[in-house]
Every structure is written in structure tokens, then in C-alpha cells.
């Protein structure tokens, strides 16, 4: 099936390591993105990536890095730097055919401990 | 971009009843988008409506689009238990332009 998926579902961290949450799509969509969301907010844009090799911060990138080496991943890696990395986070891809709709994955929840 | 406000924050209803949400924006868009988001899960793309359309339905769900005010509506009539979740709008205006959500609204249906 056509989709996105992002693993792990949960984690948890200890305070001062890095952790990397995957995501993979197999729609062949261009564009993808990272999205945080905190205990009864929104949404908020980490980082996203309109085409390979290439990306941009959003509103809340510091403490967080990304890459795209391969268009069909788009891994985030949440620093030592992120003070508050406790939250759910959202993978998600697109493509300009469909007026930008935006697919999403199921989520990774964070918990540093 | 930009992002829509969706109003109310929370609405409660009884299922059967219908249930109409606001989204406001402030500058031109080439469409826009209403999702649903499950607690814990992530968010469903439930319709687009492009600025050049005032009106579309699909199913149970009506959204209007009113690009003088800036501002769309989603209604959904007969509500159930299960589509107890939070709905965001999501402005789009245009090509390369990242969708960014807000804080949506909660709905509660209830039996």
C-alpha cells in the first residue's frame, strides 16, 4: 500500500543524546515535511524539503536537523540542543499535482526521561 | 504561507446534530484544505476547495469558501460518535508554498 511511514511509533530519550526518527514514503512525492506537535496544539513546521538534496527551516528548526539524500526519505535527527523535545511528531509529503494535499504518516511520539 | 485560525477552539455537540466549524486567512490562496486528526493519530485530508469554488460537498461534509472575507466554513451534518477529533484548515497559496496548520478545533460528539 501507498503511504508514509514513520517509525519509531515511540521512543524515549535520556537527556543529552541525539535520536533520529525515520521516515519513508513510496507515493513519489517531491515535497516532505516535519511537523511537531505538542499536547493539545497544533501543528508546527520543524523542517521541510521541496525536492532532493536540498531544504528549508520552518518556524521551530533550531535543536533539530534534517536531510534528504533520496527522495523517498526525509530522516530528522532531534539534538541535544532541542531543550523541550517531549511531543508528537509528524512526517508528511505532498505534491503539487494535488493542489499541495498533504499526506501524513501516524506520528512518532518523543519522551525524554 | 500561511496559516488558517479555525474557530471555535472546541465545540461540543449530540450525535445527529450538525456541526459547523470557521477558518479564516488573510491573504489570497489558490485553495483550501480541511483535515481531520484522530487523538494520537495523524491528520486526514478530508476535502480541497479552490478559490474559484464557492461550495463543494462530499459525503456527510459541506465546505463553503468565501474568498471576499477570507474565510471558509465546514459543516458537518448528522454528526456521530466518530467524528469526535480536531479539524484544521490549512490555507494553500500556491506552488513551493508550505501548508502550516493552527490550533484547529475539538469536536465532541457525544451519544
Known amino acids: 500500500d501507498g503511504g508514509i511511514t514513520q517509525s519509531p511509533k515511540y521512543l524515549f530519550r535520556k537527556e543529552g543524546q541525539n535520536v533520529t526518527l525515520s521516515c519513508e514514503q513510496n507515493l513519489n512525492h517531491d515535497a516532505m515535511y516535519w511537523y511537531r506537535q505538542d499536547p493539545g496544539q497544533g501543528l508546527r513546521l520543524i523542517y521541510y524539503?521541496?525536492?532532493?538534496?536540498?531544504?528549508q527551516k520552518g518556524d521551530i528548526a533550531e535543536g533539530y536537523s534534517v536531510s534528504r539524500e533520496k527522495k523517498e526519505s526525509f530522516p530528522l535527527t532531534v539534538t541535544s540542543a532541542q531543550k523541550n523535545p517531549t511531543a508528537f511528531y509528524l512526517c508528511?509529503?505532498?505534491?503539487?499535482?494535488?493542489?499541495?494535499?498533504?499526506?501524513f504518516g501516524e506520528g512518532s511520539w518523543l519522551t525524554v526521561v | 504561507s500561511q496559516q488558517g485560525e479555525e474557530d471555535p477552539q472546541a465545540l461540543s455537540i449530540q450525535e445527529g446534530e450538525n456541526a459547523t466549524m470557521n477558518c479564516s486567512y488573510k491573504?489570497?490562496?489558490?485553495?483550501l484544505q480541511w483535515y481531520r486528526q484522530n487523538s494520537g493519530r495523524g491528520l486526514v485530508h478530508l476535502i480541497l476547495i479552490r478559490s474559484n469554488e464557492r461550495e463543494k460537498h462530499s459525503g456527510r461534509l459541506r465546505v463553503t469558501l468565501d474568498t471576499s472575507k477570507k474565510s471558509s466554513s465546514l459543516l458537518i451534518t448528522a454528526s456521530r460518535a466518530a467524528d469526535t477529533a480536531s479539524y484544521f484548515c490549512?490555507?494553500?497559496?500556491?506552488?513551493?508554498?508550505?501548508?502550516?496548520f493552527g490550533t484547529g478545533t475539538r469536536l465532541q460528539v457525544t451519544l
Open positions: 524539503s521541496q525536492i532532493v538534496n536540498d531544504f
Open positions: 490549512a490555507p494553500y497559496t500556491g506552488t513551493a508554498s508550505k501548508l502550516t
Open positions: 508528511a509529503s505532498s505534491h503539487p499535482s494535488s493542489g499541495n494535499t498533504i499526506y
Open positions: 491573504t489570497s490562496i489558490n485553495n
